[in-house]
C-alpha cells in the first residue's frame, strides 16, 4: 500500500498524561501536514512540514503540543498533558511539489484520540 | 462567519434520488477541491477545479466551479448507499501552506 498511513488508529488516554502518534507520507511527497477534526467539523489545520523543516503553526497549536518529521520522511506529533478537549480524530496529509499545480492533499485514515 | 459555507448540512435521500449540495464563500479562490469521507476514515480527493465555470464528471458525480470562483456545486445522479458520506470542499489559500476546510454536508443514501 502506498498511501499515507497513520498509527495509532485508535489512543484512549487518561487526562494529564502524554500520547505521541506517528505518520508515514506517501514516500514522493516532501510536504507533510497535521489536522484535527471534531465531530460535526471540518478538520482544521495544525502544522506543516516541508521536508524536515516546520515551516506553520496554527494558533490551534498550544505548547503543549510538538510536531517533528526528522530527516523529512515520517512524522511525530505529541501532545502532553492531554486534557480532554483534545479528544478528536487526528489526520495527517502529505503532498508533492514536483510537477504538481495545486496543493492537492492526500489524508491517512487518522487516529481517534480519546481523553477520559 | 466561515469563509466556507456548505448547505445542506445534513442530507438524507432514497437510493436513486438525485442530490446537489453546494459550497460558497464570499472570497475568490485560485481552486477548490472536494473530497468524500466516509466514518472512521480520512477524507479522500474527489476533484479539483480551477477554472470558473469548470465542469468536472466523475461517474455520476458532476463538479462546477462558479464563474467568479467563489462557489461550488456537486450534483450526485441516482445515488446509491456507497455514496453515503460526508462531502467536504476545501480551498488552498493565497499565501497559505494549508487547506481550509468547509463543516461539510453529511449524506445518507437509504436503500
Known amino acids: 500500500d502506498t498511501g499515507v498511513s497513520q498509527d495509532p488508529r485508535h489512543k484512549i488516554t487518561k487526562r494529564g498524561q502524554n500520547v505521541t502518534f506517528r505518520c508515514d507520507p506517501i514516500?514522493?511527497?516532501?510536504?507533510l501536514y497535521w489536522y484535527r477534526q471534531t465531530l460535526g467539523q471540518g478538520p482544521e489545520f495544525l502544522t506543516y512540514?516541508?521536508?524536515?523543516?516546520?515551516?506553520?503553526k496554527s494558533r490551534l497549536l498550544s505548547d503543549r503540543f510538538s510536531a517533528e518529521r526528522p530527516k523529512g520522511s515520517f512524522s511525530t506529533l505529541e501532545i502532553q498533558r492531554t486534557e480532554q478537549g483534545d479528544s478528536a480524530m487526528y489526520l495527517c496529509?502529505?503532498?508533492?511539489?514536483?510537477?504538481?499545480?495545486?496543493?492537492?492533499?492526500?489524508f491517512g485514515p487518522g487516529t481517534r484520540l480519546t481523553v477520559l | 462567519t466561515q469563509l466556507l459555507e456548505q448547505s445542506p448540512q445534513f442530507l438524507s435521500i432514497q437510493e436513486g434520488e438525485n442530490l446537489t449540495v453546494y459550497c460558497n464563500s464570499s472570497?475568490?479562490?485560485?481552486?477548490l477541491q472536494w473530497y468524500r469521507q466516509e466514518p472512521g476514515e480520512g477524507p479522500v480527493l474527489l476533484v479539483t477545479v480551477v477554472t470558473g465555470g469548470e465542469v468536472k464528471k466523475l461517474k455520476r458525480l458532476t463538479f462546477q466551479f462558479g464563474d467568479a470562483r467563489k462557489d461550488s456545486s456537486l450534483h450526485i445522479t441516482a445515488a446509491q448507499p456507497g455514496d453515503t458520506g460526508l462531502y467536504l470542499c476545501?480551498?488552498?489559500?493565497?499565501?497559505?501552506?494549508?487547506?481550509?476546510f468547509g463543516t461539510g454536508t453529511r449524506l445518507t443514501v437509504i436503500p
Open positions: 476545501a480551498v488552498d489559500q493565497t499565501g497559505a501552506n494549508n487547506l481550509f
Open positions: 496529509a502529505s503532498s508533492g511539489t514536483s510537477g504538481y499545480s495545486y496543493n492537492e492533499q492526500f
Open positions: 514516500s514522493e511527497h516532501n510536504r
Open positions: 512540514f516541508q521536508n524536515e523543516a516546520q515551516l506553520e
Open positions: 472570497s475568490v479562490f485560485s481552486s
